[in-house]
T-cell receptor, first 114, second 113 residues
Framework: EPEVTQTPSHQVTQMGQEVILRCVPI?????FYWYRQILGQKVEFLVS????????KSEIFDDQFSVERPDGSNFTLKIRSTKLEDSAMYFC????????????FGEGSRLTVL | AQSVTQPDIHITVSEGASLELRCNYS??????LFWYVQSPGQGLQLLLK??????LVQGIKGFEAEFKRSQSSFNLRKPSVHWSDAAEYFC???????????FGSGTRLQVQP
């Protein structure tokens, strides 16, 4: 069964460092998402991406964050200068259709900022 | 804007007992509703979804949920819980024209032997 894959599964970084989280969405999906979950808290929407541009972003997704689909298969989330409060599990998701379709989630990348 | 409330943060049930996890949403029209499950250290797996039609929907692992428009609810149920059902359960809502899902804060289910 096709699945969304994410790397790395866990990354530890120093505050102020740049981090890139990678995702390979399901191959025929058209809509891509990043969510994050701070430990013990709810899953929060960060950004959605369609047709090589951001279609929606939350207030969390500030100038420190960026997304890119560099090669038609990978979908990356970059955090330019990490802060302690960026420590969280980051989930990538994809969807095939516009509208209320099911999101397929990866297993997440845990980011720890020291 | 739409919102989702899961009033129970933590529920403990005995194995074999029935289960109901509550979910209430706030939205002016009919939303699209989902239940996801997250096992420890894992991603989010879809249990079931409601878009339209029959208000009682069946999902995987023996779960079902009922959409009640009058109560703005979409409660998840299972007649007999298994130890492997211990996990965190998230209700989510999607609406037409908005591409992202909004998640509730989750309910952690513990199953006692």
């Amino acid at each position: 069964e096709p699945e969304v894959t994410q790397t790395p599964s866990h990354q530890v970084t120093q505050m102020g460092q740049e981090v890139i989280l990678r995702c390979v969405p399901i191959s025929n999906h058209l809509y891509f998402y990043w969510y994050r979950q701070i430990l013990g808290q709810k899953v929060e929407f960060l950004v959605s991406f369609y047709n090589n541009e951001i279609s929606e972003k939350s207030e969390i997704f500030d100038d420190q964050f960026s997304v890119e689909r560099p090669d038609g298969s990978n979908f990356t989330l970059k955090i330019r200068s990490t802060k302690l409060e960026d420590s969280a599990m980051y989930f990538c998701a994809s969807k095939i259709l516009q509208g209320p379709g099911e999101l397929f989630f990866g297993e997440g990348s845990r980011l720890t900022v020291l | 804007a739409q919102s989702v409330t899961q009033p129970d943060i933590h529920i403990t049930v005995s194995e074999g007992a029935s289960l109901e996890l509550r979910c209430n949403y706030s939205y002016g029209a009919t939303p699209y509703l989902f239940w996801y499950v997250q096992s420890p250290g894992q991603g989010l797996q879809l249990l079931l979804k409601y878009f339209s039609g029959d208000t009682l929907v069946q999902g995987i692992k023996g779960f079902e949920a009922e959409f009640k428009r009058s109560q703005s609810s979409f409660n998840l149920r299972k007649p007999s819980v298994h130890w492997s059902d211990a996990a965190e359960y998230f209700c989510a809502v999607g609406v037409t024209g908005r591409r992202a899902l909004t998640f509730g804060s989750g309910t952690r289910l513990q199953v006692q032997p």
